[in-house]
């Protein structure tokens, strides 16, 4: 097995269900439970809806 995506040093333990990358066990979520495959805690804030996949336009305060 590979190292995690975001910590190299440690052993990946499983794949994101969403972007493929392999992370450790402190990565991981299981939003759905353990039978379900996992998300990268980035993933789960985007499947979550807290977070967007790309981010919004920035509006202007002040028209010109």
Do not use: N, W
């Not at 440690?10 to 992370?23: K, N, S, V």
């Not at 939003?31 to 996992?38: A, T």
């Not at 985007?46 to 967007?52: D, Y």
């Amino acid at each position: 097995m590979a190292s995690c995506t975001k910590h190299p040093f440690d052993q990946a333990a499983g794949t994101c269900r969403t972007c493929r990358g392999e992370f450790c066990t402190d990565c991981l979520v299981y939003i759905h439970g353990v039978e379900k495959p996992p998300f990268c805690i980035p993933c789960a804030l985007i499947a979550a809806g807290l977070r967007r996949k790309k981010p919004a336009p920035r509006r202007r305060l002040f028209s010109r």
